[in-house]
């Protein structure tokens, strides 16, 4: 030992500071504060807590007082753990002597009035008992350059002042302005605080701000929110069983159990219900909760904004920040994004998932409170949760598409007989699913039911042109999304097929609109629209000439024909997968009654045929058997008189009966992360060769398709 050298031991002093320091981190702002008070008084088995703020409104609030009528503490209680900051009495008791699951945990509730206010008095007295106790803090004291065992505390006991029993908490001197959107905030946080799952029968929480009645009083949720237009409710076992109920406008969807993910996967995260309430936010759908609330389209938006979001409930509680404002922690948006028409977006879904410490365990908390640990468990939950929300979006798309089928039935049934030949050629195969917000014709009813000496047509036609404009947009958003979604050639030539058709329906129908208002309006009148309809051709040009710009892309002129032989093209494209087919343990068997079979045509569109066939069949065998866990796919050729076929079958689970007329549409798939694409891109490639469709009688037994070639194959 070096001579001079000293050891001995020491105690680790705090500075009196930390308490701020801790405070600051483990609660990151006045709203998580109060809720956390709140969750104390709901530890202390109370059945009512009262948040009351007191002082000269707006702006001028002096305090903050919480008050509660739980169980309340003793004397000792208080000094020896209410004063411990970090004690582990909850983690050791788990319940409440009314059997509540504890919310607080790591005792830093305490930590929440110091982030509040600068003082603090708290009053507590148990049930039964004639004298309470009464302890004074200032906490501007614990921010002086001192250490904490230097700090002292005044406490008293004594009769209280209109509290029975229980705890109030009066913070005075507040650290900040509490401004109008933070109030809306509180009572939007607060209103979200309790499950909708009703385990908490017994506790209630009220608002009491000066200045603001439509904020005060007993906390719930606004009445738009028990009124959505689909109501989703279930369960997700521990095997991965869906059971759920389905409500649409009041009808009730028979749905079967259903087994979610592949076939022998199981939630890691655990078992878990859930509530799905959705809205369609489009003026149309909205029109009958604006009759029955009297509120305005923006008004509903607005309520929606502030509500929407899918909560995580523990216990009977929210775990902060799912379920925020802003919060898409599944990233719905961006799926929404992807397929728009179909997946539900973050701002359209108000959710709520029930978990338990007891059943989903795994599930843990971040050490400041504030969200769940990013671990397997985690993500599993996206993962399942995301399965589920796949179930009500298939079903709403089914569910409007019935409607829309009925809708269009109606209108054709409608349709007068001097105008027949002109509707024919408008109906004639729909308005292409990418331009529907193109469609014009519903403005045309409204020019024939609205006209008279008071309606300004010109208006009328000026939202036409608007909504010419917005398909425009719209079409452009579309090229984005296909653009960056796959393959550049392909996607080019499902725009440019998209485009030629309902451009010339458009035109078509503008004419017929034209000649509608001529037999109502006068020449004056209609000399007065000229402009309108002059803006509209100007916009649908604008589109022709995208197609124009485009056009050199088109693969037909990208790449030329080559001869090569069908099986052996087949033969080596399926070893792209070889990979994947091993690892799944598949059969994939290849059969042609040829050796050879020579065509002339690009390979390439055969190889996207091909890859988008081969995707779905592996996908869908993964998922039916388990992963791993094997599988069959035959691809079976053919040669014909003027051409050949590709089967491409498998025994999976096949395609629903229902679906089997949908499955070719854009955007339609039942994959829960699915685009909807891959069968759609195989339709249009193939339509200057031949024809693609689904065949039920596969000799494996489950999804069977069938591609035939015979148009410009050179054989």
């Known amino acids: ?173 507040l650290r900040s302005t509490w401004t109008e959107q933070e109030f809306e905030d509180l009572h939007s946080r607060l209103a979200k605080l309790l499950s909708p799952f009703r385990e908490i029968k017994d506790f209630s929480v009220e608002l009491d701000i000066p200045g603001f009645p439509e904020l005060s009083g007993e906390i719930s949720p606004p009445e738009l929110i028990a009124k959505p237009i689909y109501f989703f409710t279930g369960k997700v076992d521990e095997k991965g069983v869906c059971k759920a109920k389905l409500n649409i406008l009041g009808e009730k969807i028979p749905l079967e159990a259903v087994k979610l993910g592949d076939k022998k996967a199981i939630p890691y995260c655990g078992p878990f219900e859930f509530e799905i309430r959705a809205w369609d936010r489009d003026p149309e759908s909205l029109y009958e909760l604006q009759e029955y609330f009297e509120m305005t389209t923006d008004e509903i938006r607005k309520t929606l904004d502030v509500f929407a979001g899918v909560s995580i409930y523990r216990d009977g ?169 796959a393959g550049i050639g392909h996607l080019v030539d499902i725009a440019l097929h998209e485009i030629g058709s309902p451009v010339g329906k458009l035109r078509g129908q503008l004419k017929l609109l034209q000649r509608k208002l001529k037999k109502q309006l006068s020449d004056e009148q209609m000399s007065e629209l000229e402009s309108e309809f002059e803006a509209m051709n100007q916009w649908l040009e604008e589109i022709v000439v995208i197609r124009d710009k485009l056009d050199p892309q088109l693969p037909g002129k990208r790449g030329k024909s080559t001869t090569f032989d069908v099986v052996e093209a087949i033969t080596e494209f399926v070893e792209l997968y070889r990979a994947v087919i091993t690892k799944q343990s598949i059969e994939l068997d290849i059969e042609c009654d040829e050796d050879t079979l020579d065509v002339k045509m690009p390979r390439s569109v055969l190889d996207q045929i091909l890859a988008n066939l081969i995707d779905n069949a592996i996908f869908w065998v993964t998922r039916s058997k388990g992963r791993g866990e094997g599988g069959d796919i035959l691809i079976s050729i053919q040669k014909l008189k003027h051409g050949f076929s590709v089967l491409v079958s498998d025994d999976g689970p096949g395609v629903e009966k229902r679906d089997e007329d949908r499955i070719f549409e854009p955007y339609f798939s039942k994959k829960p992360d699915g685009i909807g694409l891959g069968l759609y891109i195989a339709k249009l490639l193939i339509e200057p060769y031949g024809w693609i469709k689904y065949r039920r009688d596969s000799e494996l037994g489950g999804a069977c398709f069938e591609a035939v070639f015979q148009e410009k194959v050179g054989l």
């Open 1 to 173: 030992m070096t001579t001079g050298s000293k050891h001995g031991t020491v105690q680790l002093r705090p500075r009196a500071r930390l308490i701020s320091i801790i405070g600051n981190e483990l609660i990151s702002d006045e709203l998580v504060a109060v809720v956390e008070l709140v969750k104390n008084a709901f530890d202390a088995d109370a059945t009512k807590v009262t948040i009351s703020f007191e002082g000269t409104p707006p702006d001028d609030f002096e305090r903050i007082v919480i008050t509660d009528d739980g169980t309340g503490m003793d004397l000792n209680t208080v000094l020896t753990s209410w004063l411990e900051p970090g004690t582990n009495l909850k983690r050791r008791k788990k319940v409440s002597d009314k059997g509540r699951i504890l919310q607080g945990a790591k005792g830093i509730g305490r930590f929440a009035a110091a982030r509040l206010a600068k003082k603090l008095e708290m009053e507590t007295r148990q049930k039964g008992k004639s004298e309470g106790t009464v302890v004074v803090f200032d906490w501007s004291a614990f921010e002086r350059e001192v250490y904490l065992d230097e700090i002292s505390l005044n406490y008293k006991t004594g009769p209280l002042r209109d509290l029975k029993h229980g705890t109030r908490l009066t913070l005075d001197e």
């Open 317 to 485: 509680f929210r775990v902060y920040p799912y379920g925020e404002k802003g919060n898409d922690w599944l990233g719905l948006d961006l799926r929404s994004r992807l397929v728009p028409a179909k997946n539900l977006a973050n701002n359209q879904i108000i959710a709520a998932i029930k978990i338990s410490r007891n059943t989903n365990p795994l599930l843990e908390d971040r050490s400041n409170r504030e969200g769940l640990i990013k671990n397997d468990a985690y993500i599993a939950l996206q993962e399942w949760f995301k399965e589920v929300l796949k179930l009500l979006e298939i079903e709403r798309d089914q569910w409007k598409h019935e409607e829309e089928t009925e809708d269009e039935d109606e209108d054709e049934d409608e349709d007068e007989e001097e105008e027949e030949e002109d509707e024919e050629t408008y109906r004639r195969g729909g308005v292409a699913p990418l331009l529907k917000s193109l469609d014009i014709s519903d403005t045309v009813q409204e020019v024939q039911n609205q006209l008279g000496p008071s309606h300004k047509v010109s208006k009328l036609i000026a939202v036409t042109s608007d909504r010419v404009k917005e398909g425009v947009h719209h079409l452009e958003e579309i090229f984005s999304r296909l653009l960056s979604s």
